[in-house]
Nanobody, 115 residues
């Protein structure tokens, strides 16, 4: 139903910045949006979420470095990533709806942070 198209991933050196975008299409309701990531040999983990009321929350590992935001007019969610570390290397996934609900996942975009 709701399709998510991500962009902005790529290769960046440690200390650099990237901004991920997630554009949603379809029948869209105001729901929690989120970013998750999965590194090799690890489970998918929460990076950040943004509730329909605009309240963000972050994983401890990214708090203070990453910012999640939304442009409702464009149906787009962003993840601004600053001070990137090699440990941030992962496939990043956009999520429509909280995990465990009837939501949607994006296709994933690779973020690679070099030393």
């Amino acid at each position: 139903q709701v399709q998510l198209v991500e962009s902005g991933g790529g290769l960046v050196q440690a200390g650099g910045s990237l901004r991920l975008s997630c554009a949603a299409s379809g029948t869209i309701y105001l729901r929690t949006m989120g970013w998750y990531r999965q590194a090799p040999d690890k489970q998918r983990e929460l990076v950040a979420t943004l509730t329909s009321g605009g309240s963000p929350n972050y994983a401890d590992s990214v708090k203070g470095r990453f910012t999640i935001s939304r442009d409702s007019a464009k149906n787009t969610v962003y993840l601004q990533m600053n001070s990137l570390k090699p440990e941030d290397t992962a496939v990043y996934y956009c999520r429509y709806g909280v995990v465990g609900s009837s939501g949607s996942w994006g296709q994933g975009t690779q973020v690679t942070v070099s030393s």
